[in-house]
């Protein structure tokens, strides 16, 4: 019984102890006692902790709790990197626009007139209204974050809006449509007076008395005298509806007003774009006159136009009025002459004139010989010299012996035929030409050394047809159905490019007189072809002057030459 009572006298100790360590903690009113003074710090300065020591946590005056900790943070505005995309906003949604590459922000910039909404996706960005709103003129930045794309649309209409969306980084810097102060001067309307004066000048108008007040409003760009300046004049009416007097429109002073009807005068007015809605009454001068109009009564002799003063009553001619005397025609002239009976203006031959010709032959002089000694033509020339030779058709078979060596016509045109040789270079450079791009077969791989060969015709600066060519060239080998053309010029030209290159004329293409196309054939000791005229059938040649006929070879195939390959032209020449 007594350990009994002994256990329960120490839990009432230990319970006592324990609310009495509570209670000292605290006053009546609930402030911290002076033992405890320690745990209130008003300046947060706090000991680090130690390990496995106890250590009192401070609350500051304002009741949070003292923790040690740095806080460091810089925030800047929105900045563009300079990179930038553009879309456009209608009455649907833009394009979807990439954001990729634009940086952690993105400026939309709205470059129309009208509210559009914007929004940001990943994938593809559709715009909606009622999202991101951009006033017109306006900007709104926002984070890219993990969007990738953006689209815009008219909040409210279907006009077309340019939205500019530029790159950069850092918090947004919005702003809405309008303009902005900016940081400007502001000028004193007029010499002396502000905004106050004129809003006070307002004001103090009397309603209902048809009160004005005067007031010059200037334009400054510094200093105290503008560089324009326009006295208005401001006042009330008996309705008190406030009104002003207009003295000026587009920096151009008005003159007075005037009455409904009455024509102000001389003075600058504004100008009017009217529509009629009613239809008006025109009513034409009962009693025209020739007066109507500008005023001024026409007059003809001093005399006013009139039934007996008609408009031709006075004309004029050799100074005297026309009349039955003096018709219009009395004065006419024929070579200088006055037209008459001795010089009518087209007299009229009706009967048959006697013409006399001393000059005209007679049956006499037809029989005459010193009148038939020579032969002329219509315009008196003598038919006997080569330059005015008779044109006359042979109807029989003339006879002709040709000259040794030669073949003749029956008109005795003289068959010649000679051999011009062309050696190329002593290279193996594969020719790989077609017919589009032929290429040149020459003497020099250098255009400026180039060789143009030539045969001579019968006659200098006279004719010869050339029906037909032959070609043989010394490959024994591989020129098998090469085509080749050969030109013929009266004169040598220049080329562009020397041997293998790109046949091309650099002068003397207006010498060209015929083009002779052959398909070479490969035999053992060669190849040979015969080339007959692109274009006719006996190509006329005529040099200007001497006997020269110049020629070249362009191949419109592939072939590997041998080095030093040779081109022997034979033509078929009618002299």
Known sequence: MRIRIIAWLAIALLWAAGAQAQT??????????AADAALVASGCVVSALTPGIATSLRIGTDGGLCVDVTVSASVTGFTSNGTFATLTATGSSSASTSLSGLGTSVAFQNNGGAVVSCIMATGTATATTNKILVQPGGQVVRGVGTWDHAACIDQAGSTSNLVVLAGGSGLG?????????????????????????????????????????????????????PIFSQTVAIGCDNVAAVFTD??????????????????????????????VTNSPTVKLNTTPSLANGNGVVPTQGGLVLSASNGLFDNLLQSNAVLSATNGIYTNLLQGNVVLS????????????????????????????????????????????????????DV??????????????????????????????????????GTASTPQLVASSTTAGSVTVPSFAIATSGGYASIPRITLNTSATSGWGAVVLVVTLYTSAGTYTNGDGGTYALATGSANLRAKYTCTLVQEGDGANCAGVPQTGNAPVIHPASGTSVYWDVQIQSSATPISGQTFVLTPEIWN
């Open 341 to 392: 009976s001795g010089n009518p203006i087209f007299a009229s031959i009706t009967n048959t004139p006697a013409v006399t010709c001393s000059a005209c032959a007679t049956s006499a002089n037809q029989t005459n010989a010193s009148q038939k000694t020579q032969i002329v033509d219509g315009s008196g020339n003598v038919i006997a010299s080569t330059s005015n030779a008779l044109n006359t």
């Open 395 to 432: 109807t029989n078979t003339v006879t002709t012996t040709p000259a040794s060596g030669t073949s003749a016509s029956p008109l005795s045109p003289t068959l010649t035929t000679t051999q011009s040789t062309l050696t190329r270079p002593a290279n193996t450079t594969a020719y790989a």
């Open 24 to 33: 000292n903690n605290a006053d009546q009113f609930g402030n911290p006692r």
């Open 173 to 225: 810097n919005d702003y809405g449509g309008g303009s902005g102060s900016g940081g400007e001067t502001n000028y004193a309307l007029e010499t002396g007076g502000n905004l106050a004066a004129l809003a006070g000048a307002i004001t103090s108008l009397t309603p209902g008395t048809n009160s004005t007040s005067a007031l010059t409003i200037g334009c400054y760009t510094g200093g105290s005298s």
């Open 246 to 275: 207009i003295y000026g429109w587009a920096d151009t002073a008005l003159g007075a007003p005037s009455n409904y009807g009455t024509s102000p005068g001389a003075v600058e007015v504004p100008g009017v774009n009217a529509f």
